[in-house]
């Protein structure tokens, strides 16, 4: 059974703000804002504060993850808000540990 978590904030268009690229392990490019992730995540705060390459528009390689699992943790680091399907959980929850989302892994 499917369930939806989260709240009813709306994160709107980030695209003005967006300072970096995740590459996942299928090709998938997302334009990400270094900031609200940074906030978010221990892991993503690492990544991106300790990492040495320029910080104009980097391309991060996240090549244990599929577009569609990265998809789901950026919806989630951005609004707070989790769809859970019997199909999806183990996913996110190696995601949520590998990304250091502790308050994701306890919705899961």
Request: aromatic share 12%; glycine share 8%; with cysteine.
């Amino acid at each position: 059974m499917a369930q939806y978590i989260g709240g009813d904030e709306h994160f709107g268009e980030l695209g003005e703000i967006c300072d970096a690229i995740l590459k996942t392990k299928d090709g998938c490019c997302f334009k990400v804002p270094r900031l609200i992730l940074s906030e978010n995540s221990t892991y993503f705060r690492a990544l991106f504060l300790l990492d040495g390459r320029d910080k104009s528009n980097a391309v991060f390689s996240l090549s244990w993850f599929s577009g569609s699992a990265v998809k789901q943790i950026l919806h989630y680091s951005y609004s707070g808000k989790i769809f859970l399907q019997e199909d999806n959980i183990v996913l996110l929850l190696l995601a949520a540990d590998y990304f250091l989302l502790d308050d994701l892994l306890l919705k899961c």
